[in-house]
């Protein structure tokens, strides 16, 4: 519980309407988009960066936890209040401060929600990116805290591949510049891309500066529906080899397929095994020739059926699959793990096979889409959190799935994060050694363990 | 001066042929290519990761620097011990391990050359971006320590773009393995960008993962010639708006012009206020809309007069020009001082006016070429360290070059690093939180001090 004192110096800082300590309010920002909660002493909404420092100069002084949040969409558990305090909702700082169109970057404040920025880049002829699924809902903010990643990786990566610079207050409630708008920079070490995916606990953004790029002319969409897996991983790899790094190249797998039929019914064949859903982009000519390439290296491959789109309206038709993904698998069972273990591209047939056995072994149903063409896929397992037994057996494949995924050279984590979800795990991947040297970093800028504490096992020695 | 005892330990764990203490071999690496110096007591060349650990063991023990070094072409002093100990020379590690032509990355040893590098994997159908000037002869582990730039640093980005992970001996002699082969990696904080750029003061990198792109299938090159810098810039911004990328985008000024004139007699044009080389690259038929794009640019904004390859060998005639700058600047005068100084690309104009006012005022010759597309110009000053009075004059027009930039939204330094050359600027721009950061971060890793001490003004309180 938070004293009274600092319920007060809370309030005095951000005023009155800004600050909320009602059961209700706190039990709002006790959970994000997985099962994991914790419940905050109180919930503050600044509406500065000066307020953000003082906030957290308050809690060096008072030792309380700061908990930074954006719109809680996160798939880790990373903006789980974990060791009470407070959540910081950095939603009122939401501004798009400035375009520029000849220098290709942006300003905004980390509140801004993620598809508004983009749609407002666009409309200079200019695209962010990097496009998470929660886009619609989630933050500059918390898309840099977490290192967000979407279905543009292939050809053009992830968050921080687009940040230049941030403005930071440090955990002890200092304001740091990091980075700069060029292109190059080698000024000191590089504390902006140490920021990013840092998941909060290192410093709070509060304005970031980030790359843009000009919008392709032109986008060609394809849709292969495969009888057999390997051939869907035959044509991934053809195209690469090819030299066309399409923007997108997505998979869906038969229990996908499947679920979206269940509850779309979009006409996707239910027999297919696999669907490989290809964009490619760029200048007209190039897209198009592209898009020739990739089409010959389907059908090569034993395509069953290759659709293309004429037009944007056939192309959002051809989008629908992907779309629906997720929401029908989750539509299967009551409880859904969305996991976003991560492979080099190669091992994507590897992985896949694997997934498969890990839900034969554990009698689980384990729907598998996503990224083939940076190796980053979503097996979604589907069960029932108020099944004990069956829920255990669902942790269990989870634990076989990271496994799996270290054996085959990927990561834990392509693009959701370590919170507090994959903590246990995390020395498994990084070694002792990585550890050590994260805990040494976060003691080393917060002394005091003010920010986000509890995450990325980030606490204990052992 | 080194006690018996460390040179016996020295000598001990690199075998006696790895190990050299006699003062001309201690003269050979007491330097690097700008004008600082600072005598080793020893000069070591390890042979495996597991030397080089032992070797930071026992400069943790016995408290001695240890300062890594490739081929020592740095331009900031980055590699130059000032605070004497051990240099140790990464050459005899210069495998290229492996190449992933399915996954896109290769695995190199840190002595390995960049250009034997960028050779082997285009024979793959391969791209390497990064492309240093110095590239014939430094080393992959010494572009990942600076973060080297080049000439593709618009369209491509530098060396931290292609890092994916690293092997790394910590200061204290273990070994940390950082991120991930896939693109997608989130798991903990990004390790990988802050080794990159260090500048060998956190860790020695002896296993580079590198990120490979598709060789593009085709370019196109144009060089065009301009009576008035305007005109030229002005050009530059209307390529970025019309959405094209140019892989490079080059600039040269007329004392550049004119020493190229004096000691390569290519057929340059003397009065020529500016040259702008610029190259296209990808799928044929883009590279030549591209192309065809970029020159009209050329001539709405008044080129004299634009010329275009139409085969390999005119492409490098074209760039003959670019290739002779710096080499026929450096001929002007005795001593030449290299600067990096990086500005937002629309801030181009600005920056070499002013770099001509800072000439002038300080009765100075100053050459300006580089990287326009990127905002990275190399003002390069022609002077005479033996004249003191002139000198002290060039260095302060050095000082005057730096304050510039900054106060045009960029950066000290876009590609060589802080090393010695910039240390006491770098506050100017990184703030004293910015330097407490980077202090802390230092500390934490290497709390003795060991790795590359003295450089980036890590050291001093102030």
């Not at 700082?93 to 749609?119: K, M, Q, W």
Request: with cysteine; glycine share 10%; charged share 25%.
């Amino acid at each position: 519980m938070l004293s009274e004192a600092v319920r007060g110096g809370l309030r005095e800082i951000v005023g009155a309407p800004h600050f909320q300590d009602s059961l209700e309010d706190r039990i709002s920002y006790s959970y994000d988009a997985t099962l994991y909660e914790a419940l905050p002493g109180a919930v503050v909404y600044p509406g500065s960066v000066e307020e953000i420092a003082a906030i957290l100069r308050l809690a060096n002084e008072e030792r309380f936890a700061v908990t930074p949040r954006g719109a809680g969409t996160g798939l880790s558990g990373g903006s789980v209040p974990l060791r009470g305090g407070v959540v910081m909702v950095l939603t009122r700082l939401n501004r798009l401060i400035e375009i520029s169109t000849d220098d290709l970057y942006a300003v905004v404040e980390p509140g801004l929600i993620t598809a508004d920025f983009a749609a407002a880049v666009a409309k200079r002829n200019l695209l962010y990116p990097p496009d998470p699924a929660s886009q619609a809902v989630s933050t500059m903010g918390g898309n840099v805290a977490e290192n967000a990643g979407g279905l543009r990786g292939l050809k053009y990566g992830v968050t921080k591949h687009y940040v230049l610079a941030l403005e930071v207050v440090t955990p002890e409630g200092e304001v740091l510049h990091t980075g700069a708008t060029t292109v190059k920079c080698v000024t000191g070490y590089d504390l902006t891309q140490l920021m990013v995916g840092s998941e909060g606990t290192l410093g709070v953004a509060t304005k970031i500066w980030c790359r843009l790029v000009p919008m392709p002319e032109h986008k060609e969409s394809m849709l292969a529906v495969f009888a057999d897996m390997d051939d869907a991983a035959r044509s991934v790899a053809a195209i690469i080899r090819s030299g066309v790094i399409p923007a997108t190249l997505e998979f869906l797998d038969h229990v996908t397929i499947n679920a979206i039929e269940d509850f779309k019914k979009i006409g996707l064949p239910r027999q297919a095994e696999a669907i490989l859903l290809v964009e490619t982009d760029g200048r007209k000519s190039a897209a198009r020739a592209e898009a020739e390439t990739v089409v010959a290296i389907l059908r090569e491959n034993h395509a069953q059926s290759v659709r293309t789109a004429a037009n944007e309206d056939e192309r959002i038709e051809l989008w629908q699959a992907r779309r629906s993904a997720l929401s029908s698998l989750a539509r299967v069972r009551p409880t859904t793990i969305l996991e976003d273990a991560t492979v080099p591209r190669s091992r994507v047939p590897d992985m896949v096979r694997g997934v498969r056995e890990i839900a034969a072994r554990n009698r689980l149903t384990i729907g598998n889409f996503g990224h083939a063409g940076d190796g980053n896929l979503h097996p979604t397992v589907l069960t029932d959190a108020r099944n004990k037994e069956e829920f255990a057996r669902a942790e269990k494949a989870t634990e076989e799935i990271f496994a799996l995924a270290l054996s085959l050279g990927g990561t834990l984590s392509g693009e959701h994060g370590i919170g507090v979800a994959k903590a246990p795990y995390l020395k498994n991947e990084v070694g002792e050694v990585g550890l050590k040297v994260m805990r040494a970093i976060k003691r080393a800028l917060d002394p005091n363990n003010i920010l986000n504490p509890g995450k990325m096992n980030l606490e204990e020695k052992g």
